[in-house]
């Protein structure tokens, strides 16, 4: 297809604004889909998607309008995704920008809409859920207009629900959008701007053409890595895949690779061709860091292999996740892993105990440090067991953190962002009851409990975004944990010593409450070096015993107390104490706090 | 295991009628049935005849429990009497109430050694709350009809933990207890099993006052070893010489047989429990059949953990050579450090601080179970 008949575009928009029902209206009303094949968030393939109403994994789909070819690269809205989203963006000329028309520009709509402007995307701003009783269509196009410097007239406002508007926006994006650069007549070169992998057919790269076309058989090669192979299939997605012939200069599609080993292909490579290779490659990815770390360890220690293979077979599809093994005196086999965030800790998780069916334990996230040794070295630290206890300084990671929030609330936020060590930046009224409220922030401070607080002092009302900025110096300390004296590894935590007292303090009382007594006095200490800031003394059990024993009795107690031996073998050892593993569950999560 | 040669020496009769039932109680009884009575004891005497090829006569010991035994119809409870074999030590179970000069004349007659009274309280009200029709004084009058019998072996039953038992009153118990002079004490705590009528009733005030009752077992421990008597078995206590031999018969692992609903027997790595019905266990006799029974096979291995389980209960060592197998060393090791047991003649032995932990202290000494190993 001519180059001028394409558009490449992305919806992006805050959770829960639309984004997912306008690309199901979009395949609708293209007949890309029919009404039979047709059902809620079509493009949301994984239950968990589904159920949590979020897009994980981008997706591309090609559909056709007025002669057109328009290809949508449904992308993840969230800030833990950001990555993906911007990946996405590099394979697109416009990005339609959906705000709900009830609830008005909000933190996600604010980072995306930067993020396309950063990448010179044509943005089509659009209002939606006009068909709401509370909506505010005309200020809310307005505050659109505002943020992405338009005019508030060409802003859309649709009902993605009902299809009100719909074929307007599918007009927009063909007028709009400009058609796609490029070459097609100088040697190909194409973008993976994602991949993902298939269990019998390996590695499937979906590429965006920038120069050229692939031809069928032709032979491949990854630029970057050097990596070449003979393209099994070339398609399209519709939204499942459609094998094609050719894959033409501006087109969005896919390769099938044919690779057995995701590490062959990295997203961000240029594929070209070998019998006429580019010159030079598209300008790459950055790296993506993991910012966000825990210990996953599995529950019975006979699911370790499991475990193992369970993180592989997720790495082939998902590759920001990070693992590398670890062993803890206290909870056994497991692995540290690395997140992009929290919500992908949660979701990696999650899909672990579904998909895979395991029990786990997960240490409180933390993130990762830079401490500087006396001798000048730099470590880069993620487990607080591994925290050294002489430094010269430390560093950790810092975000500019931005919350929209009703003006009734900047005071609430402004004190949760005092509490937990935050820089004041700015605060702008986005209309005359909404504000917006910049701060830099330690990471480590929204990991720990941050959203749960935000949530509920704010109502619910606060949305929030963050970017990772940089390493400050901070005034950190290693708190551990002794169980009778023993260092409880799983526990350890780094903190703002300012907290260190608090967060010791509310650590040893939990566990106080939580483990059962024992057989001897188990002093419970937080101690930051060879420092004790927090005791506590589970006093021991005086008395256990099967009151009475006779000859009808016999059978029935010694079966107790085999079952009461089994029961033992699901205990964690630390030193000499037991603890159960609810114990350690309820422990690990004050010391973390689940969120979703 | 007891060698085949030596056969049964000790031998349980079960005789499961009460006037009226406990709300605490969890064993096999039955209200009243003062007609059934008779025909029990022919069931008894019946399944006596079937098993009593498996005793060694004359026999070590022979046990009445309950139920309440003398709460039994007089002509029947001396009808079986009579017909039992005759053992050194014939220990009946009786509610104080129960014991009138003339029904002790009639344990004596019947060479009734020792009598385990059902006292459990003192406190009149305490013993309300355990639905015990028993007064104070009916325990003195019965200890004396006993006396004057010449029945001197006498045991009491007492129970602490109680609903509303304060420790004033545990030590009031103890003290009138001891004015008795009994040759032997068994003290339980409360064990409110769920489901009964009692747990339902007390259960959430019992857990309340769990933590300031936590001390009564030491208590009744310090006091009746100070009065001088010896604590033999976890929740037993004797004057010297004057142990319930036939309990000590099932905490050494020897063989037994059980006869009467609810009863078991454990002979030659077979152990059997009587079905808990009584019509079934009297048409089971009409028709001569023997009564339903379940059976559960003790293999060496089994018979070694139990021999461990049941040593630890008593203040005298288990040999190692009895629990090889079943004993895991490290946690010996590991519980020798933290003072629960020790190492003595040859044998392992729990020390004081052990006894009050005696189940946990099991539960770590037991060997992972080949089960559990091979799982």
Known sequence: ?596 | MTALAEGVRHLYVHLPFCAHRCGYCDFVTLVGRPEQHARYVDALLGELELERCVLSEPLETVFLGGGTPTFTAPEALQRLLGALPGASEVTIEANPETVTAELANVLAENEITRVSLGVQSFQPRLLDVLERRAQPDDVRRAIYHLRDAQIDNISLDLIYGIPGQEPSDLERDLDEALALEPDHLSCYELEPKPGTRFTHAYGDELARQAEAMEGYFERVVERLVTAGYRWYETANFCRPGRQSRHNLGYWLGRDYLGLGIGAVSTVEGLRWRNAPSLGGYLSAHEDARPPARELELIDDDTHRRERLMLGLRLDEPVPFSDVAGALNEKALERLERLGLAERRRGGLVLTRRGRFLGGAVTVELLEESLEIATL
């Open chain 1, 1 to 596: 297809m001519s180059l001028d008949r394409i558009r490449n575009f992305s919806i992006v928009a805050h959770i829960d604004h639309g984004k997912s029902t306008l690309a199901d209206r979009i395949l609708e009303v293209t007949d890309t889909l029919t009404a039979r094949e047709m059902r809620d968030q079509v493009l949301d393939t994984m239950d968990l998607e589904r159920e949590r109403g979020i897009t994980i994994k981008a997706q591309a789909v090609r559909v056709e309008w007025k002669g057109h070819q328009l290809n949508l690269i449904d992308t993840p809205g969230h800030v833990d995704f950001t990555y993906e989203v911007s990946r996405a963006l590099q394979a697109c000329e416009g990005a339609i920008l959906v705000v709900d028309a009830a609830q008005g520009i909000e933190a996600q709509t604010l980072a995306n809409a930067y993020l396309a402007i950063e990448n010179n995307l044509e943005i089509v701003p659009v209002v939606n859920k006009i068909d709401l009783p509370q909506a505010d269509p005309d200020a809310t196009a307005a505050e659109v207009a505002e943020l992405v410097g338009d005019d508030p007239e060409r802003v859309l406002r649709i009902s993605a629900k009902t299809g009100e508007g719909v074929e307007a926006v599918l007009d927009a994006i063909v007028e709009r959008i400009p058609a796609p650069g490029g070459d097609p007549e100088a040697p190909a070169r194409a973008l993976v701007f994602d991949s993902s992998y298939d269990q019998y057919r390996g590695v499937v790269a979906f590429v965006r053409m920038v120069d050229g076309s692939f031809l069928p058989r032709g032979r491949l090669r990854a630029m970057a890595q050097g990596t070449r192979f003979e393209p099994e299939e070339l398609g399209f997605f519709s939204p499942d895949r459609v094998p094609t012939a050719f894959l033409e200069a501006g087109e969005v599609g896919y390769v099938m690779t044919g690779l057995k080993d995701v590490s062959r292909l990295r997203v961000g490579d240029t594929l070209t061709s070998e019998e006429r290779p580019a010159a030079d490659a598209l300008p790459g990815y950055k790296d993506v860091k993991p910012t966000v770390f825990a210990g996953l360890f599995p529950t019975d220690s006979d699911d370790y292999p499991e475990l193992r293979d369970a993180l592989e077979r997720l790495k082939l599809s998902d590759a920001s996740l990070f693992y590398e093994p670890e062993t803890s005196r206290a909870l056994g086999f497991g692995f540290r892993c690395g997140f992009l965030g929290l919500l992908h800790m949660e979701i990696v998780r999650e899909r672990l105990e579904r998909e895979f069916d395991l029990d786990l334990l997960v240490t409180a996230p933390n993130v990762a440090y830079r401490v500087i040794t006396h001798g000048s070295e730099e470590l880069e630290v993620h487990n607080p067991a591994e925290f050294p206890r002489e430094f010269e300084r430390v560093e950790e990671p810092f975000i500019r953190a931005t919350t929209i929030v009703p003006k009734e609330y900047v005071g609430t936020v402004m004190e949760l962002n005092n509490e937990r060590r935050g820089q004041f930046d700015h605060m702008e009224y986005l209309s005359e009851n909404r504000v917006l409220l910049t701060y830099d922030l330690p990471l480590a401070e929204i990991v720990y409990d941050y959203y749960d607080q935000l949530k509920s002092r704010t109502k619910g009302y606060a949305s929030f975004d963050y970017d990772v900025t940089g390493f400050q110096e901070g005034d950190l300390v290693r708190v551990d944990i002794l169980l009778a004296g023993d260092s409880v590894d799983a526990l350890s935590l780094i903190v703002h010593r300012e907290f260190a007292y608090d967060r010791g303090r509310a650590l040893v009382e939990r566990l106080r409450q939580e483990i059962p007594r024992q057989m001897f006095d188990v002093p419970i200490q937080a101690a930051i070096g060879s420092r004790i800031i927090a005791r506590e003394t589970i006093k021991a059990r005086r008395k256990d015993v099967l009151a009475k024993c006779y000859g009808g009795d016999i059978s029935r107690k010694r079966k107790l107390l085999e079952r009461q031996k089994k029961g033992k073998k699901r205990m964690k050892q630390v030193g000499t104490v037991e603890i159960p593993q609810e114990a350690f569950l309820a422990v690990l999560n004050l010391n973390g706090e689940r969120r979703s």
